[in-house]
């Protein structure tokens, strides 16, 4: 089962309760109070794991709740600070308040982690509380209550590439040619219902490719499971849209080509500015190659002709692939770097009226009416 929206109830444990003691040892009158501290209660994490492909282990329960600390006891003894509750979600995985409707977190790099309901804080025993006047304080702090809130987690599918295209243009067929994955292939539209990730070999490298189901018109407002598809492929660097040749609903490839890019351009954030490798699938018909190349003079740019049954253009498509990833990711590198460079003013005055500004030969012109110049 593929989850990829989950809503949980999660509580940090409270804190454990301050001691209110006093030493009691033979030979020691008033020993004077020795109340330890309560310990922290757990918090509620959730992380970032790449072993996780999604939110199913989460549907189960849906309430998390951390233990409380233990209480502090004499001897100024602490309380036992309570474990954290770790819950590992994919990469990708967005975290908000669902009341609020903030984001905590957009979980995107393995490891990255938010603490969603902190517990709460060990209260003070009674040792804190002596003084010259206070000998034997009877005061202690409870423990902090812990955090709670109603927690919204949504998954998007991180891959360096995504399979675009109107149902049963040939997606799952090709991802499992291209990689070791094994969705669900069957000779009917919509057989894909969630992402498949699949690893393409290329060379010493290599990429994540995503096999996303199948859109139609209308999908960017929603019609069918368009937004459920769509925010799938927000997240993915490259798109390959496939083109069924003679689409079994009787439909036209090109106009079904311009069909999917209007729904990429109309969604919530526009997609149709993502590189895109176009393809022909089902080579092996005949009569394919003539939709290749009418849809190249319609687009005005090339246009692969594959077929995963023969492995025709295969090779062709993940090397194109591959090139792009490697530019992108070239300039996000440079990007990345220019952004660590910091620009330093090369000269500030301060001027308030406890200070003056020293003119400094060669550095700093005179100002009118300084004695100091």
């Not at 952004?339 to 700093?364: L, N, Q, S």
Request: proline fraction near 6%; charge should be negative.
């Amino acid at each position: 089962m593929f989850v990829d929206r989950v809503e949980i109830f999660v509580k940090g444990g409270d804190g454990g309760r301050g001691s209110a003691s006093f030493r009691r040892e033979k030979y020691v009158p008033k020993g004077g109070p020795d109340g330890g501290d309560g310990g922290n209660g757990g918090s509620v994490i959730v992380r970032a794991d790449p072993n996780a492909d999604n939110l199913a282990g989460l549907t189960m329960k849906k309430h998390w709740k951390a233990k409380s600390g233990e209480a502090g006891q004499g001897a100024k003894c602490h309380g036992a600070t309570a474990e954290d509750v770790i819950l590992l979600v994919p990469p990708g995985t967005i975290v908000r308040d669902r009341d609020r409707g903030n984001v905590l977190k957009d979980l995107v790099e393995p490891g990255d982690e938010v603490v969603v309901a902190k517990g709460g804080k060990g209260g003070r025993g009674n040792v804190h509380f002596k003084s010259a006047t206070n000998r034997t304080p009877r005061q202690f702090e409870p423990g902090e209550e812990g955090e709670e809130r109603w927690v919204s987690l949504e998954l998007k599918v991180i891959a360096d590439a995504g399979l675009v295209g109107f149902p049963n243009a040939g997606k799952s067929t090709l991802l499992s040619r291209l990689s070791r994955a094994t969705p669900e292939i069957a000779p009917y539209p919509f057989t894909t219902k969630h992402p498949n990730l699949g690893i393409v070999t290329a060379g010493d490298a290599g990429f994540v490719l995503a096999d996303l189901p199948g859109l139609i018109e209308g999908a960017a407002q929603g019609v069918g499971l368009g937004h459920e598809f769509l925010r799938h492929v927000e997240r993915t660097r490259v798109l390959i849209h496939l083109v069924e040749p003679f689409p079994s609903d009787g439909g036209d490839p090109v106009k079904n080509y311009h069909a999917i890019r209007k729904e990429l351009r109309e969604y919530i954030v526009p997609l149709d500015t993502k590189p895109e490798v176009v393809c022909v699938s089902k080579a092996e018909l005949t009569g394919a190659d003539e939709v290749q190349q009418r849809l190249a003079a319609d687009l005005g740019r090339e246009v692969l002709l594959l077929s995963a049954v023969t492995g025709q253009g295969l090779q062709t498509l993940v090397g194109r692939v591959s090139q792009m990833l490697a530019e992108i990711k070239r300039a996000e590198a440079e990007e990345a770097a220019k952004k660590k460079v910091t620009e330093f003013a090369t000269e500030a005055a301060i001027r308030t009226g406890d200070f003056r500004t020293t003119a400094v030969p060669a550095i700093t012109p005179p100002a009118e009416g300084d004695d100091d110049a």
